[in-house]
């Protein structure tokens, strides 16, 4: 079949519950929205699950404020709770389509957007990667059809939701290196703002024309701005590069 007959039979098995081994993308106790392609022109599919309960886990909550105008945007069109929304990336691989060097970039396109990845498989792909036994070493959930009606099976799962995209750092260990005569508290508190808004910054280029940072956040960068900056480096660059110029590799042993 084609990528847009895969589209509808593998939506049929999302409202059908006929996805075995489903225990990531949402069930049918949640409802379910497909956000439209002009949004996300770079996935195939994008769902957002609305659920009764809030998800309270320290992911979502990191979550929400780094991905704020998107789940804000589509909350106020639902009329939902901010912190009942999830959105899917769904890219589908159908019989016609190639799998290619593509699509590490897509699986990663779709984690650093949404914070994870699924990949859906027509039968013939379903089959050579089975056999292959890749599955579980991707970084998506793999969903696979089974070749009978709308039926699929979850394969492989990816159940870590990444939040803080590359941004991430050793908080405490910098924050003690910064403010080694105490617990270095104050340092960690404003590392975690500095990730934060990286964050945000990062994602919202990607979307949007606007910063999306908060008043507050923006008073932090001004102060930030007004600080001295250190020597970008280049003046140590060139000595370094002087004083190795005729090294030999034994003067390294």
Same mark, same amino acid.
């Given at each position: 079949?084609? =990528?847009? !007959?895969?589209?509808?039979?593998? *939506? ?15 069930? !049918? ?50 009329? *939902? ?62 969903? *696979? ?49 500095? !990730?934060?808004?990286? !964050? ?18 923006? =008073? ?5 701005? =007004? ?27």
């Amino acid at each position: 079949m084609n =990528e847009k !007959q895969l589209k509808v039979l593998f *939506c049929s098995a999302l409202q059908s519950g006929h996805i075995k081994n489903n225990d990531i993308l949402p069930s !049918q106790n949640a409802e379910m929205r497909i956000v439209e392609e002009a949004n996300f022109r770079s996935f195939d599919l994008v769902i957002a699950a609305i659920t009764q309960q809030p998800y309270a886990d320290y992911d979502n909550y990191n979550n929400m404020l780094v991905r704020t105008q998107l789940l804000e945007s589509f909350a106020r069109s639902e009329k *939902c709770r901010i912190d009942c929304v999830r959105f899917y990336p769904i890219e589908l691989k159908s019989d016609d389509d190639t799998i290619d060097e593509r699509l590490p970039s897509q699986i990663i396109n779709a984690i650093m957007t949404f914070g994870l990845s699924v990949l859906v498989l027509d039968r013939n792909h379903s089959k050579r990667i089975a056999k292959s036994g890749l599955a579980k070493f991707m970084p998506a959930t793999i969903i *696979c059809y089974t070749g009978i009606e709308d039926n699929f099976e979850v394969v492989s799962t990816f159940d870590r939701f990444i939040s803080s995209g590359i941004f991430s750092f050793n908080r405490s260990t910098l924050a003690r290196a910064l403010a080694p005569d105490d617990s270095g508290s104050r340092a960690y508190g404003r590392l975690a703002v500095l !990730q934060r808004i990286l !964050q945000k910054l990062a994602f919202n280029q990607m979307y949007y024309e606007n910063l999306g940072l908060a008043e507050d956040e923006l =008073e932090f960068l001004y102060t930030l701005s =007004e600080i001295r900056m250190p020597s970008n480096g280049r003046k140590r660059l060139d000595s370094l590069i002087k004083e190795t110029a005729n090294a030999k590799m034994t003067d390294f042993l």
